[in-house]
């Protein structure tokens, strides 16, 4: 079962007709993928001291239907691919049980001095490869 984590839809997510603004699905996903980490124990300040950023790559994303203001959405995270340096999720933003919006994000390891692809940290991979949805 993918990782959830709900938003409330508020005024400063939305256009002037109270529909939220499109950009502001990615950065719902961003929270979602934080809280992910964070549910495993991972703090990105933690690793950053340590030389790594985690860096979007690239994203795909199908909007299907608006949210509103006061929406209660649901925006679940799930992993389809690793590799020694990227990681692909798999992500939707629901209401109730409709998908609003779904999205492919890949997700890149850099060195925080080079911003040069690396190797994630042996702990991290685990947990993505753990967390990899076979469904």
């Known amino acids: ?39 495993h124990a991972v703090e990105q300040q933690l690793l950053q001291q340590q030389g790594y950023l985690f860096v979007v790559k690239s994203v795909s994303c199908d909007y299907k239907k608006s949210a509103k203001l006061d929406d209660q959405l649901r ?8 590799s020694a340096a990227s990681v692909v999720f798999t ?16 997700v890149v390891c850099v060195d925080a001095a080079t911003m040069k692809p690396i ?8 947990i993505f490869a753990s ?3 076979v469904g």
Request: some cysteine; overall charge positive.
């Open 91 to 106: 992500q939707s933003v629901l209401v109730d049980q409709r998908v609003l919006c779904s999205a492919v994000v890949e």
């Open 1 to 39: 079962m993918p990782f959830s984590f709900i938003v409330r839809v508020y005024i400063e997510d939305t256009d002037i007709g109270g529909i939220v603004y499109y950009v502001n699905y990615l950065k719902f996903m961003e929270r979602a993928r934080t809280e992910f980490l964070r549910n």
């Open 75 to 82: 925006i679940t995270v799930a992993i389809s691919k690793v």
């Open 119 to 126: 190797r994630f940290p042996q702990q991290i991979k685990q």
């Open 131 to 133: 967390s990899i949805d």
